[in-house]
């Protein structure tokens, strides 16, 4: 009986359902929504991805994700969690385990002194920065971003209702923030500096001198809190080593985020475990911003994460090395194209060749090359290779590319953009 009424009724309400789907969606959405726009290296990636589907041949170089897979003893290590009944909930901020693996992993590579309840465990260090941003800043609360920059900082900051405050940092200072321009852009309303070393997409990364330069201005300023992005801190080129901020100024300690992470260095993308050391006030302050979003993280993949930080770090010395090799191709192969000018990086896995001789030209498609943005996309669609253009990291006439995958079609890639640039006319 109730499956025969229920035609009419449907037909009755038809017309109201019909005019809900003509609704403007944005009149379903809230404000702060337009403040933020979808990630584009994603976006890039996934139309890759969708061309490749299609039968394309197509060198994705977008993705910052290492190609190498976890190691073994990191899996074993999650299917014994699994085995061991280890699926239930954890402590919102991580498993006691896991942050005291990260504080002594704190105090082995940095010597930072942090105790396990000052740690915070996040569904990947995305959240980390969301976490702490989005429980500190008060509208009209200004973060410093050096640019280039990871495209999500100004987002999230904006999102947290914040003004990012974008300062380019030009090439020849090497793509990083000096202290005089940190300097100039704090005023009264400055809440954060947010600070990535190394860097992406550059993979510029900051020497202790250069880090001792900015946290003298730093000192000057009791008020500014620093979140330091040090995701990739061990993925570092040519004996080069990258200080974090408390490690060259332990005075800074009481007002700054040390972010890091197991996605790059142990190839754990795909797991989604970040984590952070702060005072345990602000650690707090995420937890209980987090209790209220995802709660904590995967049991399984904290288990894995354990074993990441406490077990043998001979794999990344490998990966390291491998890197190294792939960047010192890629650079020099790049520096030979038409119009290209390619920056040797201290760290991460990323290049930002400048294309700013390559504009105003027309490709052999016939597309003219008037931004970055063009640049890429015209390469993507006449030559198959996926790069992410400059300005979605707040820096026009650039763009990245990702040498982490195998080097065979690093090369191919790198061919390719070789052709692509000679014919442009």
Known sequence: MFALGYVPVARQYAGYFSLLMDLDIMDLTAARL????????????TKARALKAAGKDIISLSAG????????????????????????????????????????RFRTDSGLDYTWDEVIVSNGGKQIIYNAMVATINPGDEAIIPAPCWVSYPDIVSLAEGTPVIVPCSVENGFKLQPAELEAAITPRTRWLLLNSPNNPTGAAYSAEEMRGLC???????????????????????????????????????????????????????????????????????????????????????????????????FIGTMVSTYQARRDLVVSMLNEATGLHCPVPEGAFYVFPSLVGCLGKTSAGGTLIETDEAFVTALLDEEGVAAVHGSAFMFAGHFRISYATDTDSLREACLRIQRFCAGLR
């Not at 008020?223 to 992005?229: K, M, P």
């Open 34 to 45: 337009d403040r933020i726009s979808p990630s584009q290296t994603i976006a890039i990636s």
């Open 65 to 104: 994700e290492p190609d190498f897979d976890t190691p073994d003893t990191i899996k074993k290590a999650a299917m014994q969690a699994i085995a061991a009944g280890e699926t239930k909930y954890t402590d919102v901020a991580g498993t006691p385990a896991l942050r005291r693996a990260i504080a002594e």
């Open 216 to 314: 003298d201005v730093l000192l000057r300023h009791p008020n500014v809190w620093i979140l330091t992005d040090d995701i990739y801190n061990k993925l570092v080129y040519d004996g080069f080593r990258a200080p974090t901020v408390v490690e060259v100024e332990p005075r800074l300690r009481d007002r700054t985020i040390t972010m890091n992470g197991v996605s790059k260095a142990y190839a754990m993308t795909g797991w989604r475990i970040g984590y952070s050391a702060a005072p345990v006030q602000m650690t707090r302050a995420m937890n209980k911003l987090q209790s209220q979003s995802t709660s904590g993280p995967c049991s399984i993949s904290q288990a894995a994460a354990v074993e990441a930080l406490t077990g043998s770090q001979d």
